[in-house]
């Protein structure tokens, strides 16, 4: 039997992503994560009073980590090589997606807080994507990308990289510079 104990939050987080991205949504339970943290279903509840709540609680502070790191990016030379480093940057942390996929899942009516957590989601997706949008418009006038392909497909392909599974587990660096030289060159010998 599990025991009564205090338990460090970043642990609760840190399961949490752990179970969700072996069990996905459907399988994620309370009664597994205690068992993960080796403590009892009610110190839990004690911080959140669903799972929803958790994992809404989970994305928006990952999100929130990612938002961080991107604004820790160093500036670069042209927005060209910004938008490369996001794309290492999103290799990086590219659980956030299999996240978004669980979103259609989660019943927001469960409370209040899983709507707040996800309104807050909602805005840092639309920061991102603004965020890229910028930096491709001005790859475009920089003369780096054509400006005849619509930004908002390149902004989509963009975040849609980090779904190309990676069977032989590339580090994130090596996989992002991978993808992003196919965007930059195509696949065709020249």
Known sequence: MARQRKMVI???LNATEELLLEKGYEGFHFKALAEKLDVARST???YYSNKDELIT???RLLMMEVMNKI???TPQDSSFNMLKELLTLFMEYSQVYDMIKMRSSLNQSTSPSVISHLDELDGYSRELFQLLTVHIEKAKEEGSIRKDVPSSLVAGIFFNTVLIPNYQKVPADQWSEAIFSILENGIAVK
């Open 10 to 12: 970043d642990d609760l």
């Open 57 to 59: 609680d989970y994305m």
């Open 71 to 73: 604004n820790a990016i």
């Open 44 to 46: 839990i509840y004690e």
